[in-house]
């Protein structure tokens, strides 16, 4: 079977803004293609026997699975050929096997996930509806589709009143909410939705609506509707404007916002450091790619040049610093997280150009 792509009504709106096709991995120079290859096989070595990852310590090991079997899906293998076919399919059965009855993916009884076991749902999630349409045999295939619904039906019921998700369900979190889970849930939903999965739209229609109060007048993103506390800072934004772009979602007041306040808040291609920066740009690089050459332009017809973003002014930068700061072992150590969490997002980064997950594609 082949891979699942978008629906032809969302192919229509990307391309509206876009106005190009996905581009090309043959663009890649052969500096960054030896750094993917490179990062990928570390990858792949790091994954333990039983198909997991983990970030320091073994913690968050359902959201590294997730994001180590997405990079490898984004090289171009799946469950059924490829150099990394083996690595997905042990990442696949090992976060089936830790389904739970109430549809949630992850272990709640792990120390390391039991306050924040939704990053990880929406994370799996987001894996396993990529790889749902690869899978031939019948058995295996119902297995997984009965995985998807219930992990959906799930999101559903821990979603709280005013739209969004906390690091637990809605009943174990007292009804907290915050922007960055909410994000994370809204693209595994959309992924799923890709898919073929019934996704309720009152559940899409409900996250939207809690992004769009959380938005304030400049652009940023208050940290938790439930607490009303201070702004989430670009980070927040960036994600949120990835989930908006995903979805199809261009031309809504609060994306302009998002992009406008990103497009001066967020550092490109910078030695130093900064708040949740790996987290940023693994979103800020899929809105980005996902904007392309003119997407920025036809949304600010009246802009400036030298204000438009673009994903080579982006892509030049940011890829020029990712070079320089791999480690000889083809990994990224730079974060407190683990090598695992920084090797995945900037391997996620560095293939967007191969477009061949439907989430991430133009």
Sequence with gaps: MKRLFLTVGLVVAILAISGEPRAS??????????????GLAWVAKSQARDGHWEAQGGQYPTTMTALGGMV??????????????????????????????????????????????????????????????????????KKLEDVLTRAVE????????????????SADGNGFDEGSTTITQLQALRAARNAGIIVPK???????????????????????LAQGRHEGGPALVAAALAGSFN???????????????CRTAIPIGQAGRFGHDEYTHYYYAQALYILGENG??????????????TWSKY???????????????????????????????????????NGTLPIYQR
């Design 247 to 261: 979805a199809g979602e261009y031309n809504s007041p609060q994306a302009k916002k998002w992009l406008n306040y």
């Design 296 to 309: 920025y332009e036809k949304l600010f017809p009246n802009s400036k040049p030298e204000e438009h973003m």
């Design 72 to 141: 490898l899906l984004m090289e171009g293998s799946t469950l059924r050929e490829g150099k990394y076919s083996e690595n997905i399919r042990r990442a696949v059965d090992w976060l089936v096997d830790r389904s739970q009855r109430n549809g949630l993916l992850g272990n709640p009884n792990n120390p390391t996930e039991s306050s924040r076991y939704t990053y990880g749902h929406g994370y799996a999630l987001l894996f396993l509806a990529s790889v749902y349409g690869e899978e031939e045999d019948a058995d295996r295939r």
């Design 315 to 353: 892509r030049k930068p940011m890829f020029e610093h990712l070079l320089k700061t791999q480690t000889s072992d083809g990994s990224w150590n730079s974060g407190h997280i683990g090598s695992i969490f920084s090797t995945a997002v900037n391997l996620t980064i560095l293939q967007l150009d």
């Design 202 to 224: 009152s559940v899409i229609d409900g996250a939207n609506k809690y992004l769009k109060d959380a938005t304030t007048e400049k652009g940023s993103i208050i940290y938790s």
């Design 25 to 38: 991995a043959d663009e890649l120079s052969p500096e960054v293609r030896k750094a993917i290859d490179k």
């Design 154 to 169: 799930f999101c559903g019921k821990a979603q709280t009143t005013r739209g969004g998700w906390g690091y637990v369900s």
